[in-house]
């Protein structure tokens, strides 16, 4: 049971370039998440998807976009990465339910960017 | 989602019991209070979590205030490995909370040997 395995986990851009990270869960998951994390802050939530198909806006949307084409694959893109895209992204996942323990996600283990 | 405020470093001896303070003076009836931790550059990794009673589970304890409006979660035996960013989380349970949790700063805990 891998749990949410994130890939890349390094790369490196050029300002313009595009690129997609890539995470899958196996724990049949509903909810997924897209987090960025820049140097001595907490995370902040770009996307988010509730199910296959559908994807809404976090907090920090902008100069990315995401996909759900399949319930275990939660895709991030940035169509021309620039250079304050440099960031650890990490990925989240959880089930749908209204019990306690709801908010309990499980993440990936990040990719790093760097946006030269 | 109430705000919650936890100090920006704390240092504690090694085999020692730790305990990381939250406040959270604005909670709501149905706000539950999480705890998650992060070690250096890996993701986070949820601890545990409370309502109003004190909670206990291999990882951790969480105590509760009487009125809701702060928490403390102990590591009873810390070891170097506990050494990380430690986040208090309130958030609603029921409902919303689709769009995620907030992560705020949190508290470093440097585990001295």
Redesign the interface.
């Known amino acids: 049971n891998a749990g ?1 395995t994130q890939t890349p986990k390094f790369r490196v851009l050029k300002t313009g370039q595009s690129m997609t990270l890539l995470c899958a869960q196996d724990m049949n998951h509903e ?1 997924m ?1 897209w ?1 960025r994390q820049d140097p ?6 770009i996307h ?1 998807s ?1 199910g296959e198909g559908t994807t ?1 806006k ?1 907090e920090v949307p902008d100069g990315y976009n995401v996909s759900r084409l399949k319930k275990q694959n939660f895709l991030l893109g940035l169509e021309s990465a620039a250079p304050s895209q440099t960031s ?1 992204y ?1 990925c ?1 996942s959880r089930f ?1 339910t ?13 990719s790093r960017l760097t946006v030269l | 989602d109430a705000k919650t405020t936890q100090p920006t470093s704390m240092d504690c001896a090694e085999g020692r019991a730790a305990n990381l303070p939250c406040n959270h003076s604005t909670i709501s009836g149905n706000e539950y209070v999480y705890w998650y931790r992060q070690i250096h550059s890996q993701g986070p990794q949820y601890i545990i979590h409370g309502l109003k009673n004190n909670e206990t589970n291999e990882m951790a304890s969480l105590i509760i205030t009487e009125d809701r409006k702060s928490s403390t979660l102990i590591l009873p035996h810390a070891t170097l490995r506990d050494t990380a960013v430690y986040y208090c989380i309130v958030r609603v349970e029921s409902g919303g909370g689709a769009d995620g949790l907030t992560f705020g700063k949190g508290t470093h805990l440097i585990i001295q040997p």
């Open positions: 949410v909810y998440y987090y001595g802050m907490g995370l902040r939530l988010y509730v809404a976090g650890v990490f989240a749908i209204r019990a306690p323990g709801a908010n309990v996600l499980t993440f990936g283990a990040g």
